[in-house]
């Protein structure tokens, strides 16, 4: 009887969430089949511009719903001050499959640098080849147009992981952010990605409802310089990621936390 009472009262809150999720899909399905009409006859530099401000406009509209909805908490205004900063790479832990909207909705100048396969993507490829936002296909031609692009003024979203994490807290970093940051000159901005939810991570499917709200929270770390030696460059930088959340684990207070909605699995 208290597990049917439980899927009963969760039964509204799940057709939110799909409800949202429905939103973000329609939203880059339509601005996507836009981008497939305008990307061969706009030039580079206003298609790049325009691309990346509405895609951020877009995720800017998501997060907005979700928050007054009370389906997610986000806190990531620590990002606003460096909307403008041009030329700077964001390096952020990657728990889920919402993080890089959480940074893009918040950088309108930043280009990511995605999987090769979703180049192709139906919601995301038209879109993401507008704004030039950047294949790991090749990854000499990676290094050469995420340079280019902090060169031009550009901001640039890495997830060093590579993919969600897999080895709590932090999988090893894959290489190339700090040779990227070698060449352009271009310091590293860290950013910590916290949340008290495993929707959408590693293995959680997109219908399973977890606890609600979801709560993210984006806090700013360290500023590395850029160095001769990006080897050890990239080492001490995934040392500091790994030390920082094995410390926030550790210092975190599971037995205080508050209230929310059952899971409906």
């Known amino acids: 009887m208290t597990r049917v009472l439980r899927i009963l009262t969760s039964i509204p809150l799940a057709l939110m969430l799909y409800a949202l999720l429905l939103f973000l899909g329609l939203i880059s399905l339509v601005w996507n089949l836009v981008a497939m009409l305008i990307y061969p006859v706009m030039p580079a530099r206003p298609a790049r511009a325009l691309g990346r401000m509405t895609?951020?406009?877009?995720?800017?509209?998501?997060?907005?719903?979700?928050?007054?909805?009370?389906?997610?908490?986000?806190?990531?205004?620590?990002?606003?001050?460096?909307?403008?900063?041009?030329?700077?790479?964001?390096v952020a832990n990657h728990p889920t499959m919402l993080d890089a909207l959480l940074l893009v909705a918040r950088l309108p100048r930043s280009a990511c640098i995605m999987k090769a396969d979703l180049m192709g993507n139906i919601f995301l490829g038209a879109g993401a080849r507008l704004a030039r936002y950047i294949?790991?296909?090749?990854?000499?031609?990676?290094?050469?147009?995420?340079?280019?692009?902090?060169?031009?003024?550009?901001?640039?979203?890495?997830?060093?992981?590579?993919?969600?994490?897999v080895t709590p807290p932090l999988n090893p970093f894959r290489p190339g952010t700090t040779l990227i940051a070698k060449l352009a000159q271009a310091p590293i901005q860290t950013v910590f990605i916290d949340t008290d939810s495993p929707?959408?991570?590693?293995g959680w499917p997109l219908w399973r409802v977890p606890p609600l709200p979801i709560v993210f929270t984006l806090r700013l770390g360290k500023r590395f310089a850029p160095t001769q030696d990006s080897d050890v460059l990239q080492a001490d930088l995934e040392q500091y990621f790994r030390h920082n959340m094995e410390q926030r684990a550790t210092d975190a207070s599971p037995e205080c936390q508050t209230p929310r909605a059952p899971t409906l699995s």
Do not use: H
Not at 67 to 80: K, N, Q, Y
């Open 55 to 90: 895609i951020a406009f877009a995720y800017r509209m998501f997060w907005w719903l979700a928050s007054v909805t009370g389906m997610m908490r986000i806190d990531a205004s620590c990002l606003d001050p460096m909307r403008k900063e041009p030329g700077v790479i964001f």
């Open 135 to 165: 294949s790991n296909k090749s990854a000499r031609t990676m290094v050469r147009l995420a340079v280019n692009d902090l060169r031009n003024g550009g901001q640039l979203v890495i997830f060093p992981e590579g993919t969600r994490t």
């Open 199 to 202: 929707y959408l991570s590693k």
